[in-house]
């Protein structure tokens, strides 16, 4: 019980205090606890809600500054505050968030499976319309495609780095990285990578100010993806690379979207995919599949953890 709740009160009996939570261990663990990976989530998702509804509810800003000022509040939330909670517990940021150098194979499958899994996300969506499954009413997909207009009017550049590229990289940072480490001292590898997908597909649900039931599933499925990639290769690196690929891809089609539809490439919302494209698709993802697969860190300290109950 002490070695779970990371506290020796359970064995001597004495009274927690808040100071409990911001004192240096004596000896530094190599892994937060679970206790630690939930209490950081839970401080974390309010921390988001409450910056992003805020940035969106300045409407005398226009996406020029809001875009800017997004970026920096996303890597402060998912990479300032797992790397204070490593610096408290005095823990190494690169075993605790499991930044290990990938192998070439690895990012080599990560490419791939970040070029195709889109594909498959896509039909999802319209499944779930064609079954009714939508909450954002035409009010919300008005004011939506009001926004992907202003976007179209920056610079490709940095639409893809404050949406495709910082997300992407602190999402994993936190979710495979420290979230998944803390998870990995109490679960198997399989519950690990379910939890963190499940807790990764509840985030996107509430992480803006209109609460979308139909985008828990696809970023459920993506979550076990990732999970999938970080548990196999041991490191977040590889995920933020998938990460980033699936979502530079997504934003520069919708961004070009009216040069695509006039080269004749242009593809609605409800219509499901060419069942050649969804060929190549699975083609790619098998490859990134088996590339990740075979690419095993086996060198890496993570692979040790020690603090896991079951390998």
Known sequence: ?????????????RSPAWGDLFRQPTHAPSSPSLTQGLFTLALLFPVFFLTNSGIARMA???LQVKLPVAAPLTVFVFAGIPMLACWLRGMRVVQACRLFRPRPLAIIGSVLLGGSLWAF???????????GFVTLDSRLWERAQQTLDELRRLPAWLVVLCIGLIPAVCEELFFRGYLFQALRTQLSGTASIWASAILFGLFHLVA??????????PS???GLALGWVAWKT??????MILHTCHNSLLISVSYYQP??????????????LPATWLAAAAALSGAGALCTAFAR????PADREPNTVRP
């Open 220 to 222: 459920t499925m993506m």
């Open 60 to 62: 005398e800003w226009n």
């Open 297 to 300: 860190n086996s060198s890496s």
């Open 208 to 217: 803006t100010d209109a609460l979308s039931i139909e985008r828990l599933l």
């Open 1 to 13: 019980a002490a070695r779970i709740f990371g506290a020796e009160s359970v064995l001597y009996g």
């Open 234 to 239: 041991r490191s977040t690196v590889p995920g």
């Open 259 to 272: 040069q695509l539809t006039a080269q004749g490439w242009g593809l609605e919302q409800a219509q499901h």
């Open 121 to 131: 996300a896509h039909e999802v969506v319209v499944l779930e319309e064609s079954w």
